[in-house]
């Protein structure tokens, strides 16, 4: 039982450049999302989804794009990186009860991206 | 002004002592989560409450809806513990979009 599997650990990307962050759990969650923590920031919500076909934006959406075409896998997609978007990035899934996050959050290792 | 305020936002104790971290929040809410972060920087989910009080061995979390307002406590602390600890809270009619408090960094001296 692997939990959340975020990947890559590590980044480095140039500005403009895409790439992908991907995540993926293997509990059947209904509920996955994207975070960011910067220092002094705390995390703030990006985007997230409810189940397979239902994405929604969180706090801090621009610049991402996410899709979710199963319920394991709930990629991140930067678009075109700007220094901005150097973070650190989590992934979390969770059941849905009543329609909240009602029960304890997964998290991935998390992902260190820098833009330069 | 953050709708989570946490406090302290930095804590020193000597091991043993008892801790208390604090968690006010300004929105009206259905749930409340306290996360531990070590400082490798996994994110682990400690409690989710919306009343009252729950213990998981030496940790205690208490919730008063009223005074919006939540304690997470740390009793006969140890080195290990030294983490940062975060409440997020999440709105009324099942949002699914939690909001984070900044955190509290706590340093357990041996």
């Known amino acids: 039982n692997a939990g959340v599997t975020q990947t890559p650990k590590f980044q480095v990307l140039k500005t403009g450049q895409s790439m992908t962050l991907q995540c993926a759990q293997d509990m059947n969650h209904e509920y996955m999302s994207w975070y960011r923590q910067d220092p002094g920031m705390g995390l703030r919500l990006i985007h997230y989804?409810?189940?397979?076909?239902?994405?929604d934006q969180g706090e801090v959406p621009n610049g991402y794009n996410v899709s979710r075409s199963t319920t394991e896998d709930f990629p991140l997609r930067l678009l075109s990186a700007a220094p901005s978007q150097t973070s650190v990035y989590f992934c979390?899934?969770?059941?849905?009860?009543?329609?909240?996050?009602?029960?304890?959050?997964?998290f991935g290792n998390g992902t260190r991206l820098t833009v330069t | 002004k953050n709708e989570v305020e946490q406090s302290p936002q930095n804590l020193t104790a000597q091991e043993g002592e008892f801790i208390t971290i604090n968690c006010s929040y300004s929105?009206?809410?259905?749930?409340l989560h306290w996360l531990q972060q070590h400082p490798g920087g996994g994110i682990v989910s400690l409690f989710m409450?919306?009343?009252g009080k729950k213990k998981h061995g030496r940790l205690i979390a208490t919730i008063n809806i009223q005074e919006k307002h939540s304690s997470l406590h740390i009793t006969a602390s140890h080195p290990r513990d030294s983490a940062v600890y975060i409440c997020a809270v999440l709105g009324r009619g099942g949002s699914e979009k939690l909001v984070f408090g900044k955190g509290t960094k706590l340093t357990v001296n041996p």
């Open positions: 409450l919306s009343s």
């Open positions: 989804s409810v189940g397979a076909g239902i994405t």
């Open positions: 979390a899934s969770s059941y849905l009860v009543r329609g909240g996050v009602s029960t304890p959050l997964h």
């Open positions: 929105v009206g809410i259905s749930a």
